[in-house]
């Protein structure tokens, strides 16, 4: 070092901005990773109310010659009511469709996504839940109900 002149210590310019460049990097490797699986996780929310909604439409059936067809005659399996969705799931990501091809021995139940993050889930945006008789099916493929 020269005489009287003092050396500071830190970082320079070109140093911080490596560092920042290598954040950005690893968040752009990371969020749609992370977004990913925040979605799945919260597709728990439509297989609950779904599961909620069969355990209340065999309750129904119990006293009924056939399955409920409307999501009042289940409710039960309902959280409270909002705003364009009379059945929605507990945390509000899912809604449920009136149910569908009710007979004595079959239904299938739906539960369409209402969240802002859930309608970009592709593929998973309308989850079933299909009973035949004895057979269960689940759709629209096995990914949704994480199997």
């Not at 490596?18 to 990773?33: C, G, K, N, Q, T």
């Not at 909620?52 to 289940?74: F, G, H, V």
Request: hydrophobic share 40%.
């Amino acid at each position: 070092m020269r005489e009287g002149i003092e050396r500071r210590g830190g970082f320079t310019l070109i140093e911080l901005m490596i560092v920042v460049a290598i954040i950005a990097i690893l968040s752009a490797i990371a969020m749609p990773s992370y977004l990913d699986y925040v979605r799945k996780g919260k597709r728990a929310d439509a297989r609950a109310l779904l599961q909620s909604a069969s355990i209340a439409q065999e309750k129904y059936r119990l006293s009924n010659p056939s399955y409920a067809s409307t999501t009042a005659a289940i409710s039960t399996a309902c959280a409270t009511a909002t705003a364009g969705c009379a059945c929605p799931s507990e945390q509000g990501n899912y809604c449920l469709a009136a149910p569908t091809a009710v007979s004595g021995s079959t239904y299938t139940l739906t539960a369409n996504a209402t969240s802002t993050s859930q309608l970009a889930d592709t593929g998973c945006t309308a989850i079933t839940y299909t009973v035949t008789g004895t057979v269960i099916t689940y759709g629209p493929s096995n990914t949704c109900w994480g199997k």
